[in-house]
C-alpha cells in the first residue's frame, strides 16, 4: 500500500521496506569506511536499518550545515554595520546613507549592505538547520549510542551548539525589537563555525602550546618592562630638546609611555622612530636601545617561532598520528566485514566492492560512483589482476574512493564518421602532432611550437608596453598588426586541436579552456581594431595583454622538468591545498577581532575627525583602514599581521574615542599577543613544516638523482596507469584521474607526520642495536639492564619526579656514548702506532716525541674537530706546532684589534692630513655649507697611529703565515697529508700584501678609498670557526636562490601588472595624493613592489590606490600573500 511519498532514488536500494530489519553488509561497511575518511574509530555500530537511515539524514544535514556557516560568514560582509542606521528593514538604502557622520567623510569597503529584515530572516532559516542538525545529532546518540555507553556524537560540542544557538536567536529577537548597538551573533558564528572537526583539531593544538608560549613570551614581556623601567629611570627628567628641537624623553616621561615606546619598538620595526631622540641627543644610549632590540626584537620573537613550531609539529603530529591509526583499524575492520560475504572466496571480489561503494554513495556528503568509476577504483585497488582484494590491497581502499574520474573520446565526430580521412595526408600528421610523445607525459610537437610563439609573443608584449609606458604613438599600428597576426596563430592551435581530438577532451582540460577564452577574446580585440568601433580597442587591449602574458604559463609548465623548477611548483600547489584549514582558522580569528572592532569603534575613523588632528593614522591617510564595516575591519588586522603592529592604528582608535573608551585600545595588543605571536605563528610553522616534510620527500644528492633517472622508462604499467593505457591504445578512450583536495591534504598530512614519526621509530631502533652492540663489547649486559631498570619511573610518580628520571637517563645515556667515543679514540690511536711503525722514523739523527706529547696534539686537533691519518714523530714538529699555536692566538687577537681600529679610524672622507694630531672628530668632519654632522661620539685615533697599529697586526699575521707554511712543508708534505688548508694560506697572504701596499699608497698620497677593510674581512673568514659558517653559507647558496628567484618572478610580475593598470592614471584620491604614485613608470613600480615586499611598509606603498578603489586590495593581498609572506618564510 503506497503511502503517498515519493520515495528518494537513493534510499531504494539501501533501506529496503522495513527499517527494523538488520543492515546488510555492505551498508555497516560503508558507515564505518565513511567515519574512518574522518579519522574516527568507534568499536561497535547498530545493525538496525533505521539507525542507518538517521545516521543519513545526520549528512544530509550535516552537509546543509556546513554550508550555512560559510553563508553565515559571507552575509556578515554584507550586513548593515551595527552603527549604522539599521531602522529601515526592507529598504535598499545606499551605504553612505546608511552610515554618516557629523561632519567629514566616512569610508566604506564599497560592498552594497543588505537591509536587516532580510539578513534577520535568512539569520533565523540558518539556526533552523543548525537545529535541525543538532536535534539529528541527539537521535542518533540517544537511540543507538547511547545503551552502549558510547559517544558517537562528542557531547561538549554538542552542547556548545546548542548554546550558541540559543544565544544567537536570543540575540535576534532582542535586535528586531530593540535595534541596539552590540550583538552576540557574530561571535556566535564562530563557536560554530569552531565546532567542525578539522577547525577544532587546530584550536586544540592551539589551546596546547599555550603553557610553552607563554613560558617564553613571560621572559619578552620581562625584557620589555625591565627596559622601559630603566629608560624612565634616565630619562624621565630630560625634558630638554635635542638638534632636531624634539624632547629627548619623548615617550619615555611617564611609566605608562615608557612602556607602550619599548613594547612599540620591541615588536615592530618602528623602533627607529621611538629610540631617535635619546640617540640623537647621545649616542651612548644606542648600546642599551641595542641590547634591549638584540633580547626583544630579535631572540626572543625568533624564540616564539621555534617554539610554536616545534610545540605544534609534536602536538598535531600526535593527533594525525591518531587520526591515520585510527583510520587503519576502521578499514581493517570494514575488510573484515566484506570478507565475510563471500566465504568460499578469498578476498573481496569486484561484485562485493561495488555494494560497499553504493552503499557508501548514500550519504549526503560522499561523492557518488558510477559502476564504471566502481570498475576503475577495483582495477586501481587489484594492481596484479587476481580479480579480488586481499588486507593488503584493500588498505588503499580509503584514498581510492576519493579519485575523481572522467573519460573522453580521443576521436571526434568528424574522424568517427569518416576515418580514412585521417589515415593519411595532411589530418593524419595534424593528429601525430598533437597526440605523439604524450603518452609518456611529453609535450607534444604542437606544444612545443606554440610554446615558441608564446615566448615570441612575450617579447612583443614586454616591447609594447614599454613604448606604451614611454607614451610612444609612433609604433602602434605595427605592433597591432603583429597581435593580429598571434591572435590568428591561436586561433590555428584552436583549429588544429579540435581536428585532432573530440570536444569533450579538449574541455576536459582546465588549461585548454583558458586558452580557448583568453584566444577568442584576443582575436576579438585585436579585429576590433579594424572594426568603426576602435576607439575601445586601446583599454581592451591593456587588459588583453595580461591575459595573454598569463598564458605564458604553459612555457612554464615546460620549465617543471628541471628538478628545482617543480620542486618550486609542488610546494606551492601542495601547500595551498594543504593549508586550506589553518588559513580557514586564521580568517575566523581575524572576522572576530574585526566584528568585535566594528562594534567598539565603528564610526570614529573618518576623515576630518578632528580629533585625529596631529596623529600619524591622520598623516598618512590611513583612512581606508577602518571598523566601519567588515571587510574594511579585516584589511586593518590583515596589515597588522603582516606589520606585526601598525602602531598609528592603535594611536588613531586611542585619540577619537571618548575619555570613558579609551581604554579598548588595548584590543590591538591583544591582537598582537593572541593572533601575531601565536596564532599567526602557527601558520608559519605549518608552511615551515610543509616546506621541510616535501624537502625530506625529495632526492637529497646528485646519487639519488642519478638514479632515480637511471630506473628503466618501460615498466610493467599497474592500477589506473595500465587502464588509461589500455583504454587508449584499444578502445581510444582517454582515462582522467586525479585525486580531490581532500585525498590531497591526507596525502600531506602523512608526509608530513606519518613518516617523521616513522623516521623516528626507526631511529630509536638503530640507537638501541648500537646500544646493544655496545654491551656485546663493553660492560657485561646484565649491568646496563640493572642501571637502566633504576630509571624506570614508579607507577605513583609526580611530574617533577618525571623530570629528574629524564635528566638522570639523560645523562646514564650521554656516559654511554662517551664510553663508545673513548673506545673509538682508543682504536683509532692503537691504528695510527701500527702506520708509524710500518713507516718507520723519520729522521735517524732527530729526537722523536714520546706517546703522550703524540696523543696530545691528536687530542688537540681532535677538540678543534681535526682528524689526521698520519702525525709526525719528530720533537721539532711538535715544537713547531706549539710556535703555530702560540702566534694563531696572537693573529685572532691582531683580527680582532684591526676590526675595533676601525671603529676609531678617521673616516676616509674626512680630513686625514694631521697624521699625528689628536683632533676632534667634529673638527676633521666638517661640511663645506656649515651643516651639522652627526658622528658616533667615538675618538678618533690619528691616521699616523693607526698605520703603525696596522703594521704591527700584519707583522703577527705573517708570523702566523711563516709557521704554517713551514710545519706543512717540512713536515706533512713528504706524506701528501695536507694539515694546512692551502686555499686559505694563498689568501691570506694575498691580502696581507694587499693590505701592506694600501697601507703604502695611503701613507703617502691619502687616497679617499681603500682595501684594508675588505682585507680584513679575509684574515677574518680564515678563522676556522668563521670559515666553517661561511662554508654552510655557500652550501645553502644553491637551495636559496632557488626560492629568490621565485620571489624576483613575482615582485616583477605584479610590478608590471601594476603599471599597466595605473601608468595612466593620475586622478588624484581624496587624500589628495596621486592615485599611481609609485607605477607611473615601469622602474618606480619595480621598487615600490620590491619594498612592499620585503618590507613592512606595504601599506604606504599600496595606499594610494586601495584609498581610491578597495578592489585593489584583491591584487595587492595575492602579492603579498605571495612574495612578503609564503616565499619569505620558505627562505627561513
Known amino acids: 500500500m503506497s503511502t503517498g511519498k515519493r520515495k528518494r532514488k537513493s534510499d531504494e536500494p539501501l533501506l529496503g521496506a522495513n527499517l527494523r530489519e538488520p543492515m546488510v553488509a555492505a551498508e555497516k561497511a560503508a558507515w564505518i569506511l565513511e567515519d574512518a575518511l574522518e579519522g574516527n574509530y568507534y568499536n561497535w555500530y547498530p545493525d538496525k536499518k533505521q539507525a542507518r537511515l538517521d545516521y543519513l539524514t545526520l549528512r544530509r544535514l550535516q552537509g546543509i550545515y556546513d554550508s550555512d556557516i560559510v553563508y553565515l560568514f559571507l552575509l556578515a560582509f554584507f550586513e548593515v554595520p551595527i552603527w549604522c542606521d539599521t531602522s529601515n528593514s526592507f529598504s535598499f538604502l545606499k551605504p553612505e546613507d546608511r552610515c554618516k557622520v557629523p561632519e567629514g567623510q566616512i569610508y566604506l569597503a564599497g560592498l552594497p549592505h543588505i537591509p536587516p529584515g532580510f539578513s534577520i530572516v535568512f539569520e533565523l532559516s540558518v539556526m533552523l538547520v543548525i537545529w535541525l542538525k543538532l536535534d539529528a545529532e541527539q537521535k542518533l546518540q540517544k537511540n543507538w549510542f547511547k545503551k552502549m555507553d558510547m559517544d558517537y556524537v562528542d557531547r561538549t560540542f554538542h552542547s556548545v551548539g546548542k548554546t550558541a544557538v540559543m544565544v544567537m536567536l536570543f540575540d535576534t529577537v532582542l535586535f528586531t525589537i530593540r535595534r541596539h548597538k552590540w550583538r552576540l551573533a557574530p561571535f556566535m558564528r564562530v563557536v560554530l563555525m569552531l565546532c567542525k572537526p578539522k577547525l577544532n583539531q587546530l584550536l586544540c593544538a592551539l589551546i596546547s602550546i599555550v603553557n610553552e608560549w607563554l613560558s617564553v613570551a613571560s621572559f619578552w614581556i620581562g625584557t620589555v618592562v625591565f627596559f622601559a623601567w630603566i629608560a624612565v629611570t634616565i630619562f624621565e627628567n630630560d625634558t630638554f630638546r635635542n638638534k632636531e628641537d624634539a624632547m629627548v624623553n619623548a615617550g619615555f616621561d611617564t611609566f605608562g609611555n615608557g612602556l607602550y615606546t619599548v613594547f612599540v619598538a620591541s615588536a615592530t620595526v618602528d623602533f627607529v622612530d ?370 606585526e603592529y601598525n602602531a598609528a592604528f592603535a594611536d588613531g582608535v586611542h585619540a577619537a574615542l571618548p575619555d570613558s573608551y579609551k581604554f579598548t585600545w588595548l584590543l590591538f595588543p591583544m591582537f598582537y599577543f593572541s593572533v601575531v605571536i601565536l596564532a599567526f605563528e602557527l601558520v608559519s610553522a605549518f608552511t615551515i613544516e610543509t616546506f621541510v616534510a616535501l624537502t625530506s620527500d625529495e632526492p637529497q644528492s646528485e646519487d639519488e638523482e642519478e638514479l632515480a633517472e637511471a630506473e628503466p622508462v618501460e615498466e610493467p604499467l599497474t592500477g589506473l596507469s595500465k587502464l588509461a593505457y589500455e583504454l587508449r591504445t584499444e578502445k581510444q578512450l582517454i582515462f582522467h584521474y586525479t585525486l580531490s583536495a581532500a585525498a590531497e591534504q591526507a596525502r600531506v598530512y602523512e608526509i608530513m607526520f606519518m613518516q617523521k614519526a616513522k623516521d623516528k621509530k626507526h631511529g630509536e631502533h638503530e640507537e638501541h642495536e648500537e646500544h646493544g652492540e655496545e654491551e656485546k663489547h663493553g660492560e657485561p649486559e646484565h649491568e646496563h639492564k640493572s642501571e637502566e631498570n633504576l630509571y624506570e619511573a614508579p607507577e605513583n610518580a609526580t611530574q617533577a619526579d618525571l623530570e629528574k628520571l629524564r635528566l638522570v637517563k639523560e645523562a646514564f645515556e650521554m656516559r654511554c656514548e662517551m664510553k663508545r667515543l673513548e673506545s673509538e679514540k682508543r682504536k683509532l690511536r692503537e691504528e695510527q702506532e701500527v702506520v708509524a711503525a710500518d713507516t718507520g722514523p723519520e729522521e735517524p739523527n732527530e729526537s722523536k716525541m714520546n706517546k703522550v706529547q703524540r696523543a696530545a696534539w691528536i687530542l688537540e686537533d681532535a677538540v678543534q674537530g681535526k682528524c689526521f691519518s698520519w702525525y709526525p714523530e719528530s720533537l721539532a714538529a711538535r715544537r713547531t706546532f706549539l710556535l703555530l699555536r702560540k702566534r694563531e692566538f696572537l693573529y685572532d687577537r691582531a683580527i680582532f684589534v684591526i676590526f675595533v681600529l676601525g671603529f676609531f679610524e678617521v673616516p676616509l672622507w674626512c680630513d686625514c692630513s694631521a697624521t699625528f694630531r689628536f683632533i676632534p672628530g667634529k673638527t676633521r668632519c666638517s661640511v663645506s655649507d656649515g651643516g651639522i654632522v652627526y658622528l658616533s661620539g667615538l675618538p678618533q685615533i690619528p691616521p699616523g697611529f693607526c698605520l703603525m697599529i696596522e703594521l704591527a697586526c700584519m707583522i703577527v699575521i705573517w708570523l702566523k703565515l711563516r709557521a704554517e707554511k713551514k710545519l706543512q712543508s717540512k713536515f706533512f708534505d713528504k706524506r701528501n697529508v695536507t694539515y694546512v688548508s692551502r686555499n686559505f694560506h694563498v689568501a691570506c697572504y694575498l691580502a696581507m700584501f694587499v693590505s701592506l701596499w694600501d697601507i703604502w699608497i695611503f701613507a703617502t698620497l691619502r687616497p679617499s678609498s681603500r682595501m684594508s677593510p675588505y682585507m680584513r674581512v679575509v684574515f677574518m673568514f680564515c678563522i676556522p670557526a668563521v670559515n666553517a659558517l661561511f662554508r654552510a653559507l655557500i652550501g645553502i647558496l644553491n637551495e636559496w636562490l632557488s626560492v629568490v628567484s621565485f620571489w624576483m618572478g613575482t615582485v616583477l610580475f605584479f610590478a608590471w601588472i601594476g603599471v599597466t593598470l595605473l601608468d595612466d592614471n593620475t586622478s588624484i584620491n581624496p587624500a589628495n595624493v596621486r592615485v599611481n604614485k609609485g607605477f607611473d613608470t615601469f622602474g618606480r613600480a619595480l621598487y615600490t613592489m620590491f619594498v612592499a615586499s620585503s618590507s613592512d611598509d606595504f601599506i604606504n606603498c599600496f595606499n594610494p590606490t586601495f584609498l581610491q578603489n578597495r578592489a585593489y586590495g584583491l591584487l595587492w593581498i595575492w602579492c603579498l600573500f605571495l612574495s612578503n609572506f609564503l616565499l619569505w618564510i620558505w627562505c627561513l
Open 274 to 643: 621611538k629610540f631617535n631622540p635619546t640617540f640623537s641627543a647621545n649616542r651612548a644610549y644606542g648600546l642599551l636601545w641595542f641590547v634591549c632590540l638584540f633580547l626583544s626584537n630579535f631572540l626572543f620573537l625568533n624564540l616564539i617561532l621555534a617554539m610554536v613550531f616545534e610545540t605544534y609539529a609534536s602536538k598535531f603530529s600526535r593527533t594525525m598520528q591518531a587520526v591515520f591509526a585510527n583510520r587503519a583499524r576502521s578499514v581493517q575492520e570494514v575488510f573484515k566485514i566484506l570478507d565475510q560475504v563471500s566465504p568460499d572466496e578469498p578476498g573481496i571480489t569486484s561484485e562485493t566492492f561495488f555494494e560497499l561503494t553504493s552503499a557508501y554513495g548514500q550519504s549526503a556528503m560522499a561523492p557518488k560512483f558510477k559502476r564504471d568509476d566502481v570498475a576503475y577504483i577495483f582495477t586501481h585497488l587489484d594492481h596484479d589482476g587476481t580479480g579480488s582484494l586481499d588486507e593488503e590491497k584493500f588498505q588503499s581502499v580509503a584514498n581510492a574512493l576519493q579519485y575523481k574520474f572522467w573519460i573522453a573520446r580521443q576521436n571526434n565526430y568528424l574522424e568517427d564518421r569518416n576515418p580514412q580521412w585521417y589515415s593519411k595526408g595532411c589530418l593524419r600528421r595534424l593528429k601525430q602532432m598533437v597526440w605523439e610523445g604524450t603518452e609518456t607525459g611529453e609535450p607534444s610537437r604542437l606544444d612545443n611550437y606554440m610554446n615558441y610563439v608564446l615566448l615570441l609573443n612575450a617579447v612583443v608584449v614586454v616591447a609594447e608596453s614599454a613604448q606604451d609606458l614611454e607614451h610612444i604613438t609612433k609604433y602602434d599600428s605595427v605592433f597591432t598588426a603583429i597581435e593580429f597576426a598571434f591572435s590568428w596563430a591561436y586561433v590555428v592551435e584552436f583549429v588544429i586541436l579540435i581536428l585532432a581530438m573530440s570536444w569533450a577532451e579538449y574541455t576536459s582540460s582546465r588549461a585548454r579552456l583558458f586558452d580557448f577564452f583568453t584566444t577568442w577574446l584576443l582575436f576579438g580585440v585585436s579585429l576590433a581594431y579594424y572594426l568603426p568601433f576602435a576607439d575601445v580597442q586601446g583599454e581592451l587591449m591593456r587588459y588583453a595583454n595580461m591575459l595573454r602574458l598569463l598564458r605564458l604559463i604553459r612555457v612554464i609548465k615546460s620549465l617543471k622538468r628541471l628538478p628545482k623548477v617543480a620542486f618550486m611548483f609542488k610546494c606551492v600547489s601542495t601547500l595551498l591545498v594543504s593549508a586550506t584549514d589553518i588559513l580557514q582558522f586564521l580568517l575566523v580569528i581575524v572576522y572576530v577581532y574585526a566584528s568585535l572592532g566594528i562594534q567598539l569603534f565603528g564610526g570614529v575613523l573618518y576623515q576630518h575627525n578632528e580629533d585625529l588632528e596631529g596623529t600619524e593614522y591622520n598623516e598618512l591617510n590611513y583612512f581606508a583602514f577602518n571598523f566601519n564595516d567588515l571587510l574594511s575591519g579585516c584589511a586593518l588586522w590583515f596589515v597588522n599581521l603582516l606589520s
